[in-house]
């Protein structure tokens, strides 16, 4: 079966820390660009980072500029999203997404979805 499942997702307050995990199976990462998307309750989906296929380029949204970091470990076939300093606002569902390419933040071309994993910030 080929997909995307993510992990990692959770309550966390106000400055702390969330490390999600992509894992692709049934199909290898390498060649995909891999971008994180997030749902907010009543809001559309946005693309908020996505990575290159060889990871030598990244892209992030203003909105989480120096707090969010965009890894990948073709290895492990995995992709990361390390997500510090959180704020109220970074509350979501988030989505990982296997593309065709980066422009800007957003991964296009996508071919897999991840279900979605749910970050909550809140003291």
């Known amino acids: 079966q080929l997909q995307l499942v993510e992990s990692g997702g959770g309550l966390v307050q106000p400055g702390g820390s969330l490390r999600l995990s992509c894992a692709a199976s049934?199909?290898?990462?390498?060649?995909?660009?891999i971008g994180w998307f997030r749902q907010a309750p009543g809001k559309g989906r946005k693309g908020v980072l996505c990575i290159s296929s060889s990871g030598g380029s990244t892209n992030y949204a203003d909105s989480v500029k120096g707090r969010f970091t965009i890894s990948r470990d073709n290895a492990k076939n995995t992709v990361y999203l390390q997500m510090n300093s959180l704020k109220p606002e970074d509350t979501a569902v988030y989505y990982c997404?296997?593309?065709?390419?980066?422009?800007?933040?957003?991964?296009?071309?996508?071919?897999?979805w991840g279900q979605g994993t749910q970050v909550t910030v809140s003291s």
């Open positions: 049934g199909f290898t990462l390498d060649y995909y660009a």
């Open positions: 997404a296997a593309g065709g390419y980066c422009s800007g933040s957003v991964s296009y071309a996508v071919g897999y």
